[in-house]
Antibody, heavy 117, light 109 residues
Framework: QVQLQESGPRLVKPSETLSLTCTVS????????WTWIRQPPGKGLEWIGY???????KYNPSLKSRLTISVDKSKNHFSLNVTSVTAADTAVYYC???????????WGQGVLVTVSS | SYVLTQPPSVTVAPGKTAKITCGGN??????IHWYQQKPGQAPMLVIY???DRPSGIPERFSGSNSGNTASLTISRVEAGDEADYYC????????????FGGGTKLTVL
């Protein structure tokens, strides 16, 4: 059974970098695509971007200039960096398996990241 | 970019049928996926490729997609079906290829 688990700091200061990792168990990251999605409190889902196991990426244009998604096959995880964060980046961040026209399944449990001084 | 429109809320009585719609320009020409999100939980896939159910999803959940409207239908609704439901498509021609609907809150009364 595939499981995904997000990890990283829950509190980030404005203008700093948000960094999260998604560890995959029960499946090799060297298959499929892997995606980040976020959900501001009380709001809907926003796609952030995805990465293939070969490292090819596709980002949300509205976030692209601040985003980096990378994959580490040796650790079977992939990561998200968002630079120059503001309060608008406060959200629950989810990782999920899927990308490049497929559905997203399964999802990690999500992690609430708050941007505040 | 492509826009998906969902009603903010749908209310249904237990045992009845709930239909949640997702509107988009020629959405019938795209594949649609549906997710269920209960309070405090991550979204979960309930329908993929318009009408296919993942393993473990009850047959009460079904989907259709044609023209400008896709639908998620839940038959014999139970209290445990109360959740937010999101539709999602891929818009291959766009720089923003992953599109989610705004979500529909299903209330079981």
């Amino acid at each position: 059974q595939v499981q995904l688990q997000e990890s990283g700091p829950r509190l980030v200061k404005p203008s700093e970098t948000l960094s999260l990792t998604c560890t995959v168990s029960g499946d090799s990251i060297s298959s499929y695509f892997w995606t980040w999605i976020r959900q501001p409190p009380g709001k809907g889902l926003e796609w952030i971007g995805y990465i293939s196991y070969t490292g090819n990426t596709k980002y949300n244009p509205s976030l692209k200039s601040r985003l980096t998604i990378s994959v580490d096959k040796s650790k079977n995880h992939f990561s998200l960096n968002v630079t120059s964060v503001t309060a608008a980046d406060t959200a629950v961040y989810y990782c999920a398996r899927g990308g490049d026209t497929s559905w997203f399944d399964p999802w990690g449990q999500g992690v609430l990241v708050t941007v505040s001084s | 970019s492509y826009v998906l429109t969902q009603p903010p809320s749908v209310t249904v009585a237990p045992g009845k049928t709930a239909k949640i719609t997702c509107g988009g320009n020629n959405i019938g020409g795209k594949s649609i996926h549906w997710y269920q999100q209960k309070p405090g939980q991550a979204p979960m896939l309930v329908i993929y490729y318009d009408s296919d159910r993942p393993s473990g999803i009850p047959e009460r959940f079904s989907g259709s997609n044609s023209g400008n409207t896709a639908s998620l239908t839940i038959s014999r609704v139970e209290a445990g079906d109360e959740a937010d439901y999101y539709c999602q498509v891929w818009d291959r021609s766009s720089d923003h290829p992953v599109v989610f609907g705004g979500g529909t809150k299903l209330t079981v009364l």
